[in-house]
């Protein structure tokens, strides 16, 4: 990434960190509302924080805070619980590059997340990350939206899901190249 500077090209520096969460949540929270209809409240970060069986990232750009992942860590698999990144950020492989790095960093479990039905954009990204379609979740949003789950495993090859076919139809992918 470059960012240009008067008459000069910079480069641009991302950095991932560990979540430090008294210093964080107010970038988070910022964030979380720019860039969802119906964003996590307070409440939910700081329950998340409290609990031990998780990993939160944040995604630093130039040092300013531009998104984050969360994780809940499990002895079979990782499952991605939120993750998010500033709209104006949006498209430049930052969401990427924190869904990979939880990919190669999972030691060989699989890795896990639930998007929206009706979030095509999500959705496409995760099966260009080599993620599939594992489960369909009627209702399972607080606004009765389905969901689908979805799984990264590093040991199969990866498939794409068609949901205009029958649920469990799948297309290989060649393997994705992620660059930032």
Same mark, same amino acid.
């Given at each position: &990434? ?26 988070? &929270?910022?964030?979380e509302r720019a860039g ?38 499990y002895d079979d698999r ?17 969401g990427s590059a924190l ?20 979030? &095509? ?60």
């Amino acid at each position: &990434m470059q960012k240009n500077i008067g008459n000069k090209t910079a480069p641009v520096r991302l950095r991932f960190r560990p979540v430090r969460w008294q210093r964080d949540l107010t970038a988070m &929270m910022y964030i979380e509302r720019a860039g969802f209809a119906r964003p996590w409240d307070r409440e939910k970060f700081l329950l998340f924080s409290l609990r031990a069986d998780v990993q939160a990232v944040i995604a630093e750009l130039d040092g300013v805070v531009v998104g984050y992942i969360l994780c809940e860590l499990y002895d079979d698999r990782v499952h991605v619980a939120h993750v998010a990144v500033h709209p104006a950020h949006q498209s430049q492989g930052i969401g990427s590059a924190l869904i990979q790095s939880t990919c190669d960093s999972s030691v060989g479990r699989p890795v896990t997340l639930n998007a929206r039905v009706s979030n &095509m954009r999500a959705r496409e990204l995760y099966e260009h990350l080599g993620f599939t379609l594992v489960q369909f979740k009627p209702a399972h949003y607080d606004d009765g939206e389905a969901a689908v789950v979805m799984r990264y495993a590093p040991w199969q090859p990866r498939l794409i899901s068609d949901l205009s076919a029958p649920l469990g139809t799948n297309s290989l992918l060649p393997s994705a190249v992620l660059t930032s």
